[in-house]
């Protein structure tokens, strides 16, 4: 049980375009879901709190008309990276917050984005 | 902001030692969780501890936390080429993960 999917696992896109990455669990409901950058050999980065129905909650630093988070349903939230460019090249990890009662995150398999 | 400091940034060690990794942390926690990330991949959650709890184990994995020095550490014994990775310790406040730099263990065969 606990899994989180998301699409896609990798995507090459031009500077300028826009991008949708999707996280879903698939066998539980999550009121919140995150969103985390990792750049290379580094850690991950907090970058948005994600609440089904309501707005998402941004990092300090993290621009959110460009990182553009919707969590529509209790299984599924998006971020689309808008007018991506270089520097937006990352790998994008997604959790969804288990209803447990134990704080448990359970984390997507991530999705590689690079801008070219 | 990332309030996690791991040593050693890395870790090179024959197959069969033990891996000692180290997490300092900053601010109160309701608990602290390792995870291990191969290159390029997604996170394992490979143990989670609870602030009033001092050692875990589970498999070859043994966790201590010393909440009076903000600190925890993780050791795999008998390591395996397959332990290669990235470790990362990430502490937990409410609902919030905060994630440690890492460690990259190499496990040469």
């Known amino acids: 049980g606990a899994v989180v999917s998301q699409h896609p696992s990798w995507v090459i896109c031009k500077s300028g375009t826009s991008v949708k990455i999707e996280c879903r669990s698939l066998?539980?409901?999550?009121?919140?879901m995150f969103w985390y950058r990792q750049f290379p050999k580094q850690s991950l980065m907090l970058m948005a709190t994600?609440?089904?129905?309501?707005?998402?909650?941004?990092e300090q630093g993290v621009e959110k008309d460009k990182f553009l988070i919707n969590h529509a349903s209790l299984t599924l939230s998006t971020l689309t990276v808008t007018s991506a460019h270089p520097e937006d090249s990352s790998f994008y990890i997604c959790?969804?917050?288990?209803?447990?009662?134990?704080?448990?995150?359970?984390f997507g398999p991530g999705t590689r984005l690079t801008v070219t | 902001s990332q309030q996690g400091e791991e040593d050693p940034q890395a870790l090179s060690i024959q197959e069969g030692e033990n891996a000692t990794m180290n997490c300092s942390y900053k601010?109160?926690?309701?608990?602290l969780q390792w995870y291990r990330q191969n290159s390029g991949r997604g996170l394992v959650h490979l143990i989670l501890?609870?602030?009033?709890?001092r050692e875990k184990h589970s498999g070859r994995l043994r966790v201590t936390l010393d909440t009076s020095k903000k600190s925890s550490s993780l050791l795999i014994t008998a390591s395996r080429a397959a332990d290669t990775a990235s470790y990362f310790c990430?502490?937990?406040?409410?609902?919030?993960?905060?994630f440690g730099e890492g460690t990259q263990l190499t496990v040469n065969p």
């Open positions: 501890i609870r602030s009033n709890e």
């Open positions: 066998d539980f409901q999550a009121t919140t």
């Open positions: 601010t109160s926690i309701n608990n």
């Open positions: 990430a502490t937990v406040l409410g609902s919030r993960l905060t």
């Open positions: 994600s609440n089904e129905g309501s707005k998402a909650t941004y």
């Open positions: 959790s969804a917050l288990g209803l447990a009662g134990n704080y448990e995150q359970y």
